[in-house]
């Protein structure tokens, strides 16, 4: 019997499922992503802040699907623009925008503007089908650029410059990126802590599914 259980990532996001699955490569988890169990209700990103929003996810996801969920809430915070487009950022040009269309905005809103110091945040949430979560929450400071440059990532990347690297997000590898990013502090965080989060989440899951979980494989 291996001590592995099933770890849904509660997110459509291909980008962030791909940086979620090489973060957690080496955790003893099955990951099983959203489009493994076909369709399911959308659930309204409508909190007020990235821990709302990534408990909703996680807890939605593992009440419905009946598994230990994992969902990452997370965004960009413009200073100059009172922390927009925060919670908003997945959205921030429409509901049906392309990533350059919403970095286009940002560029737009900052031009003439001297203060382009920005952070990514980023929430994660564990949830159980019977409701408890965990959370971990980290930050990562950069500057917003003139001009987006780089191929990489996803979303804000090419226009987020990390100084102590001198590059955009979307010039930095994934691996590197994972290093410093909002997402990969958060996940190391959780890293530390998953021996400890493997046994919360058996003992708080459902007795039928704590079964299961631990007889997995
Ligand atoms: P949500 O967490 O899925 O609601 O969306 C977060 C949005 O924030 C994404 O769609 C991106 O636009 C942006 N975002 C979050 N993390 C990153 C990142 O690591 N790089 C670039 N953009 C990000």
Redesign the pocket.
């Known amino acids: 019997m291996k001590n592995i259980i099933p770890l849904v990532i509660a ?1 459509r ?1 291909k ?2 499922t791909v ?1 979620i699955k090489e973060l957690l490569k080496n955790f003893p988890v099955e990951i099983r992503n959203l489009d493994d169990f076909g369709p399911i209700p959308e659930v309204e ?1 409508d909190g007020d802040t ?1 821990d709302e ?2 408990y909703k ?1 996680a807890s939605f996801a593992a009440k419905v699907l009946g598994f230990p969920a994992l969902a ?5 915070l413009v200073e100059s623009l009172d922390g927009a ?1 925060g ?1 908003y ?2 959205r ?1 040009a429409g509901k049906n925008a392309t ?1 350059e269309q ?1 970095y286009a905005r940002i560029l737009q809103e900052l031009q003439g503007e001297t203060n382009r110091n920005a952070a ?1 945040e ?1 929430v994660l949430s564990i949830a159980v089908p019977t409701g408890p979560a965990l959370t971990y929450e980290a930050r990562c400071e950069g500057v917003i650029t003139q001009v987006p440059s780089g191929a990489n ?5 090419p226009i ?1 410059y990390y100084p102590p690297l001198q590059k955009t ?1 979307a010039e930095l590898t994934r691996e590197e ?1 994972n290093c410093v ?3 990969g502090k958060a996940f190391r965080e959780l890293q530390d802590e998953f021996d400890k989060v493997l046994v919360w989440i058996r003992q708080n899951m459902p007795i039928q599914e704590r079964f299961a979980c631990e007889h997995e494989k």
């Open positions: 997110t996001n980008g962030k940086e990103e990235f929003n990534a996810k990452d809430d997370s965004g960009l487009p919670v950022s997945a921030y990533d919403r990514f980023c990532g996803f979303g804000y990347d987020f997000f990126k990013s909002h997402r």
